[in-house]
């Protein structure tokens, strides 16, 4: 069964610092990749996806992530992050076959200081 | 767009107690999902409608959870009985299909049964 994995479950980062927020999946089929937010409260936002195409896919708020088929990658990186940053980032993945069933991982909380 | 609206967005009720849950999906999505987020499970997959037809609903927990869709812009999960360990964030998306797999995500609704 397919299975994704944030291995940091909080990342503690500086302001105007880069970070790189890791996820890795276990199936090796084709598959669909997404990262959402959450920020306190809310429901989740869908922060970018890859489908197929260029394996490197910017989303919005400058976040960007990187698929990397060999590896069973998709790790979310910000060059320079916000305070307003702050948030648990999910990473998520549906196999071609399923078309539909988001698989989640455990989520990282993003903790920016100033 | 409203985006995906649910009510009420908290819920407080005792062990017992029947607790219903109410989506509106985007205008013009077809397919709805109900999750469920805990800090034990993360994010689970409840069911998934398409067209109004529950098509998976592999992820409902027992006979006491019961998820309807009347019609494209109404669904409802209902918990009878409610025990202490539904406490949770239920959300509720809604997505379009061929739309590139991605899902809108409501706020949720924060329930505590005691």
């Known amino acids: 069964a397919q299975s994704v994995t944030q291995l940091d479950s909080q990342v503690p980062v500086f302001e105007e610092a880069p970070v790189e927020l890791r996820c890795n999946y276990s199936s090796s089929v084709s598959v669909y990749l997404f990262w959402y937010v959450q920020y306190p409260n809310q429901g989740l936002q869908l922060l970018l996806k890859y489908l197929s195409g260029s394996t490197l896919v910017k989303g919005i708020n400058g976040f960007e992530a990187e698929f990397n088929k060999s590896q069973t990658s998709f790790h979310l990186r910000k060059p320079s992050v916000h305070i307003s940053d702050t948030a648990e980032y999910f990473c998520?993945?549906?196999?071609?076959?399923?078309?539909?069933?988001?698989?989640f991982g455990s989520g990282t909380r993003l903790l920016v200081r100033p | 767009d409203a985006g995906v609206i649910q009510s009420p967005r908290h819920e407080v009720t005792e062990m017992g107690q029947e607790v219903t849950l109410r989506c509106k999906p985007i205008s013009g999505h077809n397919s709805l999902f109900w999750y469920r987020q805990t800090m034990m499970r993360g994010l689970e997959l409840l069911i998934y409608f398409n067209n109004n037809v529950p098509i998976d609903d592999s992820g409902m927990p027992e006979d006491r959870f019961s998820a309807k869709m009347p019609n494209a812009s109404f669904s409802t999960l209902k918990i009878q009985p409610s025990e202490p360990r539904d406490s949770a964030v239920y959300f509720c998306?809604?997505?379009?299909?061929?739309?590139?797999?991605?899902?809108?995500f409501g706020p949720g609704t924060r329930l505590l049964v005691l």
């Open positions: 998520a993945v549906i196999d071609w076959g399923s078309s539909y069933k988001l698989i």
């Open positions: 998306a809604s997505g379009q299909t061929g739309s590139q797999e991605t899902q809108y």
